[in-house]
């Protein structure tokens, strides 16, 4: 089974109307993780927390639906490995690099109207090249996420 995303990708994200986010089960315990400063060791407390209060401005954007795909440094980019899903780029502000960088991985399921799924919250390599392929990892695990819950959207087990 494949994900039905809405199309085009990130379209309710951008469409300037209110939204329903809803995180998945393993996304909500990740976005606990950040908030308690463990989801990824390399990051500092002060980073985590940063990258918490952006990612929840991000949040906000994403159900009001103004997220920025374009631009010179948009917030959120659909992934050309799966087209099905997108990142929000959680940032920390202009002139701060990190070690590692946050990305949400959102997905639009076509079977509800104006909802959005988290589906994945991971961090990448921020100023080294990804050479364990861990952003094309995080965004498989988004995908079969997506696919799970629209599964169990369709048997009617989950909403």
């Not at 991000?58 to 050309?80: K, Y």
């Not at 002139?95 to 079977?111: A, D, K, S, V, W």
């Not at 994945?120 to 050479?131: C, E, F, I, N, S």
Request: net charge positive; proline share 5%.
């Amino acid at each position: 089974m494949t994900f039905s995303p809405a199309r085009p990708i990130g379209i309710r994200s951008r469409s300037k109307a209110e939204n329903s986010f809803v995180f998945v089960e393993p996304c909500r315990v990740e976005m606990q993780s950040l908030y308690e400063g463990t989801l990824d060791r390399d990051l500092t407390a002060d980073q985590s927390a940063l990258l918490f209060g952006r990612l929840k401005g991000l949040l906000q954007d994403v159900r009001n639906g103004v997220l920025s795909f374009e631009g010179g440094n948009p917030t959120a980019r659909v992934m050309t490995r799966h087209d099905c899903i997108y990142e929000v780029r959680a940032r920390p502000t202009r002139g701060r690099l990190f070690t590692r960088e946050l990305r949400l991985y959102c997905g639009e399921p076509q079977l509800v109207a104006r909802r959005i799924l988290g589906l994945h919250l991971a961090t990448k390599p921020g100023q080294a090249p990804d050479v364990g392929s861990e952003q094309n990892e995080a965004i498989d695990t988004a995908v079969a996420r997506a696919e799970h819950w629209e599964l169990q959207h369709l048997r009617g087990n989950g909403g």
